[in-house]
Every structure is written in C-alpha cells, then in structure tokens.
C-alpha cells in the first residue's frame, strides 16, 4: 500500500544515514476504504493526494512540536510503498499505522517545501492547533501553508537536496 510518511528535514537527514526511518507511533496516511467512501467523488490520484495533504498537516505538527527551534520550517512528505500496514478508522479516515520502520528502497518520492514556503510554514505550526479546534483565524494561516505545493524528489536525489540546505 502506498503510504505517506509525515516527517521533519531533521527525520530526513537521519533518514537517509540510518537507511530506515521509523515514523512517531507508527503513524502514517493512506487512500484507505473509509477515506474513499468520505468522498462523494474524487479519482484515486485526487484521493492520494488528500492522504498526502493529511500527512503534509501531521509534519507541521512534528515542526511544532520542536521545542528548540532548530528544524527548518519545511513540511517534508515520505511516500513509500509498504506491507505492514494497519488500518486506524478510530483515528481518522486516511490514517493507517506501519508495523515497522521504513527502508529507502521503499521509497518511491519525497516531497518537500521550497525555501518560499517557511514564513507560511513557520507561521502554520504555531497555529495548527487551533485550526484543529476549528479557530477560524488559525485555518486561515494555515490555509497560508497549504497554498504551497510540496516539490517532489526521487529517493536518490535526498543526499544533494539535504546537501543545498
């Protein structure tokens, strides 16, 4: 099943020198059954693309969550394809659980934020939250984030996109 990975520049660089990366509880977002069935309508690349945008938020939660300041503000998006997965409608239509890490051979792209996105990005993971608890304001800065497509990188490409940052 292809799966996408929520993650950090930071997971990244790690990432690529351990060879595997092990997702925060397992976490990941797929075009799962209940996902498609939230759709009235939609093709399998446009679902793809929401589980993507799910998994594009979760990172500016991981970004958020760093409490010393040193990521840089760039959602980052792993798509691999993967066996072990476990459905999780309790926690949201696209969200699944992996049962172990990830290797890079199971990549298949990465997709980042261009340098132009980290004001809008910086400023959606102090709000993220509160867009989450339905804060109009806050859906608004995110939405600010969200306007910015993520590039997409092939597995080989992550040792010189890590090198230029």
Same mark, same amino acid.
Do not use: C, F, K, Q
């Given at each position: 099943m292809r799966v996408y990975l929520p993650a950090t520049? &930071?997971?990244? /660089?790690q990432f690529v020198a351990d060879g595997k990366f092990t997702p925060l509880s397992g976490t990941a977002f797929a075009?799962?059954?209940?996902? /498609?069935?939230?759709?009235i309508s939609g093709d399998t690349e446009e679902l793809e693309y929401a589980a993507l945008a799910d998994a594009a938020r979760a990172?500016? @939660?991981? *970004?958020?969550?760093d409490e010393e300041g040193e990521e840089l503000p760039r959602r =980052?998006? *792993?798509s691999a394809d =993967? #066996? #072990?997965?476990?459905? @999780?409608?309790d926690l949201d239509d696209a969200v699944v659980r992996v049962g172990g890490p990830v290797s890079l051979d199971e990549v298949a792209a990465v997709h980042v934020d261009l340098i132009e996105a980290e004001? #809008? =990005? @910086?400023a959606a993971a102090e709000v993220v939250d509160e867009a989450d608890? &339905?804060?109009p304001d806050a859906e608004f800065v995110l939405g600010g984030a969200e306007d910015h497509e993520l590039a997409w990188y092939a597995p080989q490409e992550l040792p010189f996109l890590l090198e230029l940052m």
């Open positions: 520049i &930071g997971m990244l /660089r075009l799962t059954p209940a996902l /498609r069935e939230s759709y990172s500016l @939660r991981l *970004i958020a969550a =980052v998006v *792993i =993967v #066996d #072990d997965v476990t459905l @999780r409608p004001p #809008d =990005v @910086r608890l &339905g804060n």
